[in-house]
């Protein structure tokens, strides 16, 4: 809002703003209540000029729109990886897994067991429903994986934007 200075017969400038057009203002000097002219005539008195050191009022900066990016993408990102779940894996039934365990040699089903091979296949290759689940497993897991990295990165952005931000601050002197 703009101020006008109204002068006091002591010789002291009293800052108005059109909100006080036709009251009274208090001289900070003298104490006098000095008439503040009508709205129109407002205009006539001289606009109070910026201060050097005054505060101003705090602007939008690039930093400022880093700092919401990096925060939505991560806030976004690690939400969806949070609650994003892989589908389970549901065609192997217990007669497939029992005839292939017992089809091989001992010493490869301790193997995959101490590898903790999971979907590996002992003695015969993956069906096509096997090779597709696990194709779809991996998609997911790496989807997974993507959206956590997006939400690092995003953290990461929000940070610098907040050391820009507080440089910023620190060379303005606030």
């Known amino acids: ?34 008439p503040v002219p009508r709205l129109r005539d407002l205009g006539k008195l001289r ?5 050097a ?4 009022p705090k602007s939008w900066t690039g930093w400022h729109g880093l700092l919401l990016a990096g925060s939505l993408l991560a806030a976004t990102a690690g939400l969806l990886s949070v609650s994003f779940t892989p589908p389970e894996v549901d065609f192997f039934d ?3 897994i029992k005839s292939s ?4 040699p001992t ?21 096509e429903i096997e090779a597709k689940s696990r194709g779809r497993s991996d998609y997911y897991h790496s989807l997974q994986n993507g959206l956590r990295t997006a939400a690092a990165v995003g953290a990461l952005l929000a940070l ?11 060379v303005n002197g606030r």
């Open 1 to 34: 809002m703009t101020s006008f200075l109204l002068p006091c017969a002591c010789g002291v400038d009293i800052p108005v703003t059109s909100s006080q057009a036709g009251g009274l203002a208090t001289c900070p000097a003298c104490g006098r209540q000095e």
């Open 47 to 51: 606009v109070v000029t910026e201060v």
């Open 53 to 56: 050191g005054a505060r101003t």
């Open 94 to 96: 217990d007669a497939t």
């Open 101 to 104: 365990v017992m089809k091989a």
């Open 107 to 127: 010493d490869e089903v301790y193997s995959a067991w101490a590898t903790r091979l999971v979907h590996a296949s002992i003695d015969r290759p993956p069906t």
């Open 160 to 170: 610098v934007g907040v050391g820009g931000v507080l440089s910023k601050r620190k």
